[in-house]
């Protein structure tokens, strides 16, 4: 597969209190949990052991709190092969949970407090970029405060970075903000919340990227579509690669494999076709495991996946 890129994920880091039940509860309702599980999370985080167990040298900008959780969550990194120089805690805000309810179709829903991802600034940014390591990528998303996700999109293009945003949690905000980066990859509803287009349809789908790739000048548009697959711009068109049929148990860290094995392959340069393929296979592989952390695949595994696609 090449030499291992060299990718910077500025992101979040949460511990996933995750639920197991039969159905989502309605507003008033109390329904039987089947199982309670404690598993690293954050989106940030995630992605950065996603692209450790994919093939890349990755290193992780995030903050924890000064507390147990913390701790633990930044000894799993270093367990997982994360660079975790630039994870600091912060004493004054407690460590990002997101509390997970997953039914028993495996689709969840999910309540995130931020707690110390908040502290992560601009400056840091600027501090991790300032030292020796020359990165082949960053790798962003939007659990940490919006400022700093546009101070580094746009000293990663200062710097000749190729910048890569998913676009994860959505976020309603202005597209011009997002100017300067590389690669943008959105999911179904990320893309509704960005472009207020839901992509129902091919033909929704490639007006929403078409605007997406128009006002944020992004090289490259990648809409996630779930279990449709994936919808990007090929020989000049939009053109959807389709999904693999799989058995799903759990979406969560669906979209980090796919964003961190698309990043990768981006900075190959094997071409967005290739790169999309690969994310699908990832993704795809992480929706039929448990957590978030816990179901990131390995390259190994995703060359099989697609082996025996054909």
Request: proline share 4%; hydrophobic share 45%.
């Given at each position: 597969?090449?030499?291992?890129?060299?990718?910077?994920?500025?992101?979040?880091?949460?511990?996933?209190?995750?639920?197991?039940?039969?159905?989502?509860p309605?507003?008033?309702?109390?329904?039987?949990?089947?199982?309670?599980?404690?598993?690293?999370?954050?989106?940030?985080?995630?992605?950065?052991?996603?692209?450790?167990?994919?093939?890349a040298?990755?290193?992780?900008?995030?903050?924890?709190?000064?507390?147990?959780?913390?701790?633990?969550?930044?000894?799993?990194?270093?367990?997982?092969?994360?660079?975790?120089?630039?994870?600091?805690?912060?004493?004054?805000?407690?460590?990002?949970?997101?509390?997970?309810?997953?039914?028993?179709?495996?689709?969840?829903?999910?309540?995130?407090?931020?707690?110390?991802?908040?502290?992560?600034?601009?400056?840091?940014?600027?501090?991790?970029?300032?030292?020796?390591?020359?990165w082949?990528?960053?790798?962003?998303?939007?659990?940490?405060p919006?400022?700093?996700?546009?101070?580094?999109?746009?000293?990663?293009?200062?710097?000749?970075?190729?910048?890569?945003?998913?676009?994860?949690?959505?976020?309603?905000?202005?597209?011009?903000?997002?100017?300067?980066?590389?690669?943008?990859?959105?999911n179904?509803?990320?893309?509704?919340?960005?472009?207020?287009i839901?992509?129902?349809?091919?033909?929704?789908?490639?007006?929403?990227?078409?605007?997406?790739?128009?006002?944020?000048?992004a090289?490259?548009?990648?809409?996630?579509?779930?279990?449709?697959?994936?919808?990007?711009?090929?020989?000049?068109?939009?053109?959807?690669?389709?999904?693999?049929?799989?058995?799903?148990?759990?979406?969560?860290?669906?979209?980090?494999?796919?964003?961190?094995?698309?990043?990768?392959?981006?900075?190959?340069?094997?071409?967005?076709?290739?790169?999309?393929?690969?994310?699908?296979?990832?993704?795809a592989?992480?929706?039929?495991?448990?957590?978030?952390?816990?179901?990131?695949?390995?390259?190994?595994?995703?060359?099989?996946?697609?082996?025996?696609?054909?």
């Open positions: 597969m090449g030499e291992k890129p060299r990718i910077l994920v500025i992101g979040s880091i949460n511990m996933d209190v995750v639920l197991k039940a039969e159905k989502f309605a507003p008033g309702e109390t329904v039987l949990g089947t199982d309670l599980s404690l598993i690293p999370g954050g989106k940030g985080a995630n992605q950065a052991v996603a692209l450790s167990r994919l093939g040298s990755s290193s992780l900008l995030g903050r924890v709190g000064a507390d147990p959780w913390g701790e633990e969550l930044a000894g799993k990194l270093s367990e997982n092969g994360v660079d975790t120089e630039n994870v600091a805690a912060v004493d004054s805000l407690p460590t990002g949970n997101a509390t997970i309810i997953v039914d028993q179709e495996g689709e969840n829903r999910i309540v995130l407090i931020a707690g110390a991802n908040d502290a992560l600034l601009p400056e840091d940014v600027d501090l991790a970029l300032a030292g020796k390591a020359a082949d990528a960053i790798l962003l998303q939007l659990e940490i919006l400022e700093t996700v546009c101070h580094a999109i746009s000293a990663g293009a200062a710097r000749g970075i190729p910048v890569i945003l998913d676009a994860g949690p959505p976020v309603k905000l202005s597209l011009e903000k997002l100017r300067g980066v590389t690669v943008l990859s959105p179904e509803s990320e893309t509704e919340a960005l472009t207020g839901r992509p129902d349809g091919l033909e929704s789908a490639s007006r929403a990227a078409a605007l997406l790739e128009k006002s944020t000048g090289r490259e548009v990648v809409l996630k579509l779930g279990d449709r697959g994936a919808l990007c711009r090929i020989d000049g068109h939009w053109k959807l690669i389709e999904a693999h049929r799989v058995e799903v148990v759990d979406t969560t860290a669906a979209g980090d494999s796919f964003t961190a094995a698309l990043a990768i392959e981006y900075t190959r340069k094997t071409g967005i076709k290739e790169a999309a393929r690969r994310a699908i296979a990832a993704g592989l992480a929706v039929t495991r448990l957590g978030a952390q816990p179901s990131l695949p390995t390259a190994e595994e995703v060359d099989r996946l697609l082996e025996r696609a054909g």
